[in-house]
């Protein structure tokens, strides 16, 4: 995905908050090239090696709750463009319409099979759909809901020069998000104006210091973070 010219940026990115990261990237068009393009070699390879396991998921999901095999929902990616995230289901059906949009420890709305999918974060692999569609990247800030989107800090709008990503430094430093919004009140509120602030410092500074010897540490890190 090429780096679109300053004039061509969506009207609500082009401020002087989002050109500073923007000129950062310029620099790195040629490792933004490679990035990717390894991006969809990986994911097609991912798909092939993980078929198996993931038609085993899919059967498991079925057997477990009624509804669909994915959850899709609305996204947003580079530029502010909404696509629809495959993930697999792990939650009751339409559970989008009964609570937050955000999950809480404890989320009763959580399946039997999907709180194990989830610990292991196995319901992220159907998103190497997306990569492959050219919708997110294995390394960049976190596909949130529109509605999360339409409350950006004019900084915050500098996540959308690239495409969104499975995996992140903030998405690492976060991974008990869940366990932080147990108890609150309002949980989407909470995420809003507390948790996601503090995860774009994270995002941020990941664009500011883009490098793909960084997005590899960010990836095996994962790893590491869910073996743990």
């Not at 664009?207 to 010897?213: G, K, P, V």
Request: proline share 5%.
């Amino acid at each position: 995905m090429p780096i679109r010219s300053w004039s061509d940026m969506p009207k609500g990115m082009r401020n002087d908050e989002v050109l500073y990261y923007y000129r950062k990237l310029l620099r790195k068009k040629g490792e933004l090239k490679i990035k990717f393009a390894a991006d969809k070699i990986l994911a097609a390879v991912l798909l092939l090696v993980f078929a198996i396991p993931m038609c085993i998921v899919a059967v498991m999901i079925k057997l477990d709750s009624p509804g669909p095999v994915f959850f899709r929902q609305k996204r947003i990616t580079a530029y502010g463009r909404i696509f629809r995230i495959h993930k697999f289901r792990t939650m009751v059906s339409d559970a989008d319409k009964k609570g937050s949009s955000v999950t809480v420890k404890g989320d009763s709305r959580i399946t039997k099979v999907g709180r194990f999918i989830r610990k292991y974060r196995i319901d992220e692999l159907p998103q190497l759909i997306d990569v492959l569609e050219g919708n997110m990247s294995f390394v960049g800030t976190r596909p949130e809901i529109p509605e999360y989107v339409r409350k950006y800090s004019k900084p915050m709008r500098a996540t959308l020069l690239l495409p969104a990503g499975i995996t992140s430094r903030a998405s690492i430093e976060y991974k008990d998000e869940a366990d932080i919004l147990d108890g609150v009140d309002d949980p989407d509120k909470v995420y809003i104006e507390k948790i996601l602030p503090e995860k774009m410092k994270y995002n941020l500074e990941s664009i500011e210091r883009f490098s793909l010897i960084g997005d590899m540490k960010v990836m095996l890190d994962t790893v590491a973070a869910v073996l743990h």
